[in-house]
Structures are given as structure tokens and as C-alpha cells.
């Protein structure tokens, strides 16, 4: 009996929950298609396609003091080299987004947007500047990053130019420095209590037995007991890469958005 | 006494009918549950790795493959499709055949695209963990899969489709509105993004705005669905008692519909792309509080006087605690996404604590709760130990609060101290320190809770469990009463069979 009960409850909870439905079947895909159809068009489909095909920016008389068509200029191995950067997960760390002032803070950091530099007159200029659509050109996706556990690599090529002048460096090239980083990022200086910040990518590199003087392909300021380390494709790649991300370009001034952005004279 | 005996045999009739359709889905239910278990003890141990080397850079570091940098992404893609995806499909299948009142006829062919899938999960983390990741987050598995998951897809799901446009017309149930949405979305999510991403030849910023939606678009539009399924058809069920409020549960539905397409583009704020996309992304998510207020509401109201019932039922208990991280869902994303806080939160650890929440808080308890109710079914065995039911929920709960809070909270101080520029940035890398130690510790707990979880459900797909009428209770004693209906009837269904 009382399964009997049991099972009758069950069917009565049943018909409880069945409510008249008011929907046909067909409406109601409609609705589903049409309340996900517009989002689908207005925020991915029609910007897609605007962004593929953006008009080219130029560099105008009045306010740049020439008249050209922009042309974003970046060198070496973007491509093979973007895609190290992704399969070795290096986005999840590290971002390249220079943000408007609206948005974050980063234009405020010394180096992350830009530098400060002197011009002929010697007076200092600030020129860092939020990202444009055309700092990722050569790439097929932009490593926009996750978290920013690392700093930001926008502008990762201009500042080693800076860390070269530490008297305390190893590395005596920017391409050095940056194998000595992704090798073992606390050998990069001559100090002994350094913080390893970023993981040792060793897969990067072949360790292999010195023979004779050595490989000049090794990296230098290694020090072990007759081995040395060589990158690899990868890694050259990747170095490469990172090497063009830097923010000392001339952009026309309409896509400028530095604070102290100057008209030409 | 007519009419007594043809109600008894159109009793009898429904039972039968539904112990069919529980043995017509034994395996791919089994299946998918067991598979996607053991998907999830690999993404916990790769996310366990992956936290200690966020504190201890020097953990593995000499093993290439088990780089940081190639271990995160692997947690996080075996998780979402390892386990999220194949525990959704057990319990779409299951729940739309029951709905609809259908036996299973292709439970081969569901198998088959189940191994498929899980072939393509496999051959996705190994090629992360060596090198050909694509790199773009969420959608890391090396480009050649996911042609081969949305077939796979396409044959799992595509019965359950069937099955509810032949059952009876002109009535439906909540959680079949949150199913048909379900089907209906994952594959257009799921096929935009891939093509927007890795076949269109695109701007570089627009792939990576269209795959910050997809994200979003995952979670909202599959996770979520999903899991209100299960909840709209397991608290009824348990209880006894209807759905609280129609009109809310309609409110609820297509709150969700209309609100969650929009999500996800907030993570390109302040980038080179037209800014109201990432703002009505933002502007979307924290509207997710709506429907999150919506459904929290019906189903605790639903349950309510029934708290002996939640307590002693897992079903229930793992529901709940479903239900509550979705109302939390909301309320952190409404606090994280306002502009002045999205510029913390926008690259911290937040967005991992977010997008935790969702798919382990709320999708996979409510996920969990399916899986205590429908295993004794399928299997017509009890589940063995209310001990292990128990740790595996307080361990759960306790860790998943502990990752969530860490991640959320250690992600918002990061973020502060990102902004304050002036300061140097050591000081930002460094302060976040102590939240990923917590964090490490948390999936610990974690995994070890799911441990118990695994092995449960492979002794229970073994046939192992107890052959009892009673059903494993956290609390108080057993009922008298199976819930399966009596055991010989289905001998008897055996025997006709045979």
C-alpha cells in the first residue's frame, strides 16, 4: 500500500507541474533565436566585420606636419613566435593591453606605455599611449591575457633596452636577457638573493656537454660545470617576438591618445 | 472498484515505463557520469599544480610539460569539457527522456560519440601539456578538436531533441524549457566562436573579444541552463510539491535568455575596440543578478518546509548549495563588473575565482545533486556509504568557499594595487602571495572530497551498490519506501523481456 501511495503522489506531482503552456514549440525557438540572434549580431557578427576591414589611418599635414598613410611597423617572427607566446600559456600571466585612462592605470607607469624621452630641445616628452587596433598587426589573435601576475608586455622590448644599463646584468643583448629570463629568471643579474618571478621554461633550451670553446649560439652568464645552454627554435622565435612589442612608434595624431600629445608645428 | 483497478494498472503502466527508460540509459548515463568523475580528480590534480606553482615558482619547474604555463590551461580546459561538459550531457539525457517520457533507442550510438568525446578530451590535454596549445583561453585544446566535439555533440544531444518533439504536445515542464535552451545554444556558441576565432581571417582584437564571450557565453548559456534544469526538476520531485511560481520561473527564463548573450566582452575594456561592446558586456553580467534572484527564490521557496528533506537528502542538499552559489554568482558579478571596480578586477585573479564559482559553485553542485539522484536509478542499487556522500560534500563546499573567497578577494587587492601606478609593481606581484597558498590548500580539499565521489560512482556503475529499498539518507533513519518503486516489479519486467 504504501508504494501504491507512493507512485500515485509521484503522477499527481506530475500533473501539478504540468502548467497549460501558452508557447507553441515554434515560438518558442523564435523567441530563443531572436533573444540571442541580436546580441549574436550587434556585439560579434557586424563588429567582426567592420573590424576586418578597417580604414587605413593617415598622418595629416596639420596636425603631424606630413601627409602619409600609417603603416604599423613591427619586425620579426610575429607569427611562429605569437604562437609560442600561446601554447607555453605565457598570456596567463602576462598582458598586452595598454588600457584607456577611463578603463586602468597603466599609462600612469613608468615604461609599461611608452617612455619618456628628450627631444632635440631637450625638453622631456611622455610617449606612452593607450593601444591601438594596430599594435597587434602580424599577429591572428591578441594575447590580451588573463591575469597580470607578470607586468604587462606591451612595451616588454623598450624596457630591456633599460635593463641593459644595470650594472648588475648579465645579459649584454636584449635577445640575451631575455633567454637568461625565460631560462632561469633569477640569473638575469649578478646578485645571488634574486626572486624567481616567472617559471623556468628549460624547455625552451638544450643543455648539451661543451666541446671545445663552446657554441657561440650559447647563452652567456651561465654558469655550469661544462655545459651549455642553447635555445631552440622556439625559443628564438619567441624571443623574437617578444622583442617587437614595443610602443616608440610614431601613431598620427588621431589615434593618438597620450596626455601630452603635441600638435606639429 | 473498476476504475481502482485501471488506475492501479495505468500505475503500474507509468512504472514500468519509467524503469524501461532508466534501463534504456544505464550505460551512456554511467558513462558520461563516471567518465567526466575521472575527468575531474585529472583537472583537479593539474589545478592543484598549477596553484602551488603560482606561490612556488620552483614546483616542477625542470618538467617542461608540467609548466605553469601549460598546466592552467589544461586544468581549466579539463574541467570545462572533461568533466562540466559530460556531466551536462548524463543529465540532459537522462532528465529529457524522463520528461518526455521516451526510452532511449540510440543509447550505441550516444556511447560511441561519448568515447569520441572523451578521446577528443584526452588527445586536447596531452596536446596542451606538450606544446600545441592554441592559446586562446577556454579554447586551448590544439584547433583540430573541436570540429570533432561538436559532431560528437551533435550525437548525444540530437535523441534528447528528438525525444521531446515526440512526446505528448502542448506540455512542458521548467526544466525542459532550461534543456531545449541549453541544446539550442551550445551549438551556436560553440560554433561562432570557434569559427570567429580559428577559421575567419579577422582583426587580432575582435578574435579575442569574441573569445572573452564565449566564455561568458559557456557559463550563462550552457552551465547555467543546465544546472536550472536539474534543480526545477529535482526539488518538485523530492518535495512533493509544485514549482513555487510559474510566472516567476517564466520571468526567470527569459531574463536569462535576454541577458546572457550580452556577457563576456568586459574583459577588453579600455582596449581597441568599440567600447560599448565591452561595457554592455559588463552592464549584462551584473544584470545576471535578475534571473539569479528569480530562480533562487522559486526554488528555496519551493523547498520550504521541507528542510528536514534538504538535509537528509544528497539530492537536495547539493541542489541547494547549487542554488545559493548562483545567487552569490549574481551578486559577485554585479560587485565586480561596475566600472570602477572592473578596472581591478579586469586582470586579477578575480576573473578565475568568477568563472570557479560558476562552473564548480554552482554548475557542478547542482550537477552533483542530478548525479545522487539519478545513479540509484539507473543502476537500481542504493549508494553504499552516507559517509562518503558526506565528506564529499563538506569538502567540497568548504573548498570550493575557500577558492572563491581567496581568488576573489586576493584578485581585488592585487587589482588595487595594479592601479596605484605611483607604487612600484613587486608590490603588486607580491601581494597575492598568501590568497594562492589558500587556494592550493582549498583544491587539496577538493580533490580529496572527489576522490571519494569517483570511487563511489564506479562502485555504483559496478553494480556493487546496496540492494536495498531504502535510499542512502545523510540523516535520521531510512524511509520505508523505495523511491524506485518495488524491486519485483521489475523482475517481472525481466522475466517478460527475457
Known amino acids: 500500500m504504501g508504494n501504491l501511495l507512493m507512485v500515485r503522489r509521484t503522477i499527481s506531482i506530475n500533473f501539478i507541474l504540468r502548467k497549460p503552456d501558452p508557447m507553441t514549440f515554434k515560438a518558442f525557438i523564435l523567441a530563443l533565436a531572436l533573444s540571442f540572434g541580436v546580441p549574436w549580431l550587434l556585439i560579434i557578427v557586424v563588429p567582426y566585420g567592420k573590424m576586418r576591414n578597417l580604414e587605413a589611418v593617415h598622418f595629416e599635414m596639420d596636425s603631424d606636419g606630413r601627409d602619409e598613410v600609417y603603416v604599423p611597423r613591427r619586425s620579426g617572427r610575429i607569427t611562429t613566435g605569437s604562437a609560442v607566446y600561446g601554447a607555453n600559456g605565457c598570456y596567463v600571466c602576462h598582458t598586452q593591453l595598454i588600457r584607456a585612462s577611463y578603463a586602468g592605470s597603466e599609462l600612469g607607469r613608468p615604461d609599461w606605455a611608452g617612455f619618456r624621452i628628450k627631444d632635440e630641445n631637450g625638453v622631456t616628452i611622455n610617449t606612452a599611449r593607450e593601444t591601438t587596433p594596430y599594435d597587434y598587426v602580424g599577429e591572428s589573435f591578441a594575447h590580451v591575457g588573463i591575469m597580470r601576475v607578470g607586468p604587462d608586455l606591451s612595451n616588454v622590448a623598450g624596457r630591456i633596452q633599460g635593463y641593459l644599463d644595470d650594472p648588475l646584468t648579465k645579459a649584454d643583448s636584449p635577445e640575451n636577457w631575455l633567454y637568461l629570463h625565460l631560462y632561469n629568471s633569477s640569473f638575469k643579474t649578478k646578485t645571488f638573493n634574486n626572486v624567481a618571478g616567472c617559471p623556468s621554461q628549460t624547455h625552451l633550451f638544450e643543455e648539451r656537454v661543451v666541446r671545445g670553446q663552446g657554441s657561440p649560439e650559447a647563452v652567456p652568464g651561465i654558469n655550469m660545470d661544462g655545459v651549455e645552454v642553447l635555445p631552440t627554435g622556439d625559443a628564438r622565435a619567441l624571443v623574437s617576438y617578444l622583442l617587437s612589442l614595443r610602443k616608440d612608434d610614431a601613431v598620427p595624431y588621431s589615434i593618438n591618445y597620450s596626455r601630452e600629445k603635441k600638435k606639429a608645428e | ?498
Not at chain 2, 519485483?488 to 519486467?493: E, I, P, S
Open chain 2, 1 to 498: 472498484m473498476g476504475s481502482d483497478s485501471d488506475s492501479q494498472t495505468k500505475l503500474h503502466d507509468d512504472m514500468e515505463l519509467r524503469a524501461r527508460i532508466d534501463r534504456s540509459l544505464r550505460h551512456p548515463v554511467m558513462f558520461f557520469f563516471a567518465s567526466g568523475a575521472a575527468w575531474l580528480a585529472v583537472a583537479l590534480v593539474l589545478g592543484f599544480i598549477s596553484s602551488y606553482q603560482s606561490h612556488d615558482t620552483r614546483f616542477l619547474s625542470g618538467v617542461g610539460f608540467l609548466n605553469y604555463g601549460r598546466v592552467y590551461p589544461a586544468h581549466v580546459n579539463v574541467l570545462i569539457y572533461g568533466w562540466g561538459c559530460q556531466a551536462a550531457f548524463g543529465l540532459i539525457v537522462w532528465l529529457m527522456a524522463r520528461l518526455s517520457r521516451k526510452e532511449c533507442t540510440c543509447a550505441g550510438v550516444i556511447l560511441t560519440a561519448g568515447h569520441i568525446w572523451n578521446l577528443g578530451v584526452l588527445a586536447g590535454m596531452l596536446g596542451i601539456l606538450s606544446g600545441y596549445g592554441s592559446g586562446k583561453p577556454w579554447m586551448e585544446f590544439p584547433s583540430a578538436i573541436w570540429p570533432l566535439f561538436l559532431v560528437s555533440y551533435f550525437f548525444i544531444t540530437v535523441w534528447s531533441f528528438i525525444q521531446f518533439r515526440c512526446s505528448e504536445p502542448g506540455k512542458t515542464y521548467v526544466a525542459q524549457w532550461y534543456l531545449l535552451a541549453a541544446l539550442f545554444w551550445f551549438p551556436w556558441v560553440y560554433l561562432t566562436a570557434h569559427l570567429f576565432v580559428f577559421v575567419f581571417n579577422g582583426h587580432p582584437v575582435m578574435a579575442a573579444g569574441v573569445n572573452a564571450w564565449f566564455k561568458y557565453a559557456l557559463i550563462f548559456l550552457f552551465f547555467t541552463p543546465v544546472a536550472l534544469g536539474t534543480s526545477y526538476y529535482l526539488a518538485p520531485k523530492v518535495t512533493g510539491r509544485p514549482v513555487y511560481s510559474y510566472p516567476l520561473a517564466l520571468f526567470g527564463f527569459w531574463a536569462l535568455a535576454i541577458i546572457g548573450p550580452w556577457a563576456g566582452m568586459q574583459k577588453l575594456a579600455g582596449g581597441p575596440l568599440p567600447q560599448f561592446m565591452p561595457y554592455v558586456g559588463a552592464a549584462a553580467t551584473v544584470l545576471i543578478l535578475i534571473p539569479a534572484l528569480a530562480v533562487g527564490v522559486n526554488i528555496l521557496m519551493t523547498l520550504r518546509g521541507h528542510e528536514a528533506e534538504v538535509g537528509s537528502s544528497p539530492s537536495l542538499r547539493f541542489t541547494v548549495a547549487g542554488i545559493a552559489s548562483f545567487l552569490v554568482l549574481g551578486l559577485v558579478g554585479m560587485g565586480l563588473n561596475t566600472p570602477s571596480i572592473l578596472k581591478m578586477t579586469q586582470f586579477s585573479l578575480t576573473g578565475y575565482g568568477f568563472e570557479i564559482l560558476a562552473i564548480y559553485g554552482f554548475f557542478s553542485m547542482c550537477a552533483f545533486g542530478g548525479i545522487y539522484f539519478i545513479v540509484p536509478r539507473v543502476t537500481r542499487r542504493e549508494w553504499l556509504s552516507r559517509r562518503f556522500i558526506g565528506w564529499h560534500f563538506w569538502l567540497t563546499i568548504y573548498g570550493i568557499a575557500t577558492v572563491v573567497v581567496c581568488s576573489i578577494m586576493g584578485g581585488l587587492f592585487h587589482g588595487a594595487a595594479q592601479e596605484a601606478y605611483n607604487s612600484a609593481w613587486q608590490d603588486a606581484a607580491k601581494i597575492s602571495y598568501a590568497y594562492t597558498v589558500g587556494t592550493t590548500v582549498a583544491w587539496g580539499l577538493i580533490l580529496f572530497g572527489s576522490l571519494f565521489f569517483l570511487l563511489h560512482l564506479l562502485l555504483m556503475w559496478a553494480r556493487l551498490g546496496r540492494r536495498s529499498q531504502h535510499p542512502t539518507l545523510l540523516q535520521g533513519e531510512h524511509h520505508g519506501e523505495s523511491p524506485h518503486g518495488p524491486e519485483d516489479d521489475l523482475d517481472k519486467l525481466h522475466t517478460a523481456e527475457a
